[in-house]
């Protein structure tokens, strides 16, 4: 019987840090015969590393810092972007406009939960099949035929409701 849930739900439990991240989707492109240039490495280095979502502007910022001004257009990290979230390696929750690494960068590109904190602004990858498949169900059961899910519920994490 598949698992319809993890019961880690902390980030740095699959993404430690920025390099071991880029490494295992450096491994999971070579799988599927994908290519990671370094603009892509650096993108999603910066994501990874970042701890909270990030927004695209934000790391346009720092791929200018490491190159200088003028050396990174808007363009070029969108086309990152586009690239790791089409291949999975990275999410964009919609509410907040920013982008989170993936828990998995081994799998394919596939709809999760976000639990996103209003006050700290941690995004927790809700790895939960049955939620995703619940959504999906009804949706069908109604006649709908769903291309794409995003599921994000704010509020506080456990942390900040302690406060």
């Known amino acids: 019987m598949p698992k319809t849930s993890h019961a880690c739900t902390a980030p740095r439990h699959h993404v430690h840090d920025g390099a071991s991240f880029v490494a295992a989707v450096e491994r999971a492109c070579v799988e599927r015969g994908l290519r990671l240039t370094p603009i892509r490495a650096r993108v999603l280095g910066f994501i990874a590393d970042a701890g ?3 927004k695209a502007y934000e790391l346009l910022d720092l791929v200018r810092d490491g190159e200088g001004p ?15 979230l089409a291949n999975g390696f990275i999410h964009k929750l919609q509410s907040v406009n920013a982008f989170v690494a993936c828990h998995h960068p081994d799998t394919a590109q596939h709809s999760v939960p ?3 904190c209003d006050s700290c602004h941690s995004a927790v990858e809700l790895e939960d099949e049955a ?16 291309q794409a899910q995003t599921l994000e519920v704010h509020g506080l994490c456990a942390a900040c409701a302690a406060r």
């Open 52 to 54: 909270a979502p990030i």
């Open 70 to 84: 003028g050396a990174a257009a808007p363009p070029t990290v969108y086309r990152a972007l586009d690239f790791l």
């Open 114 to 116: 976000f639990l996103i």
């Open 131 to 146: 939620v995703v498949k619940a959504l999906d169900a009804r949706a069908r059961a109604l006649g709908f035929v769903p």
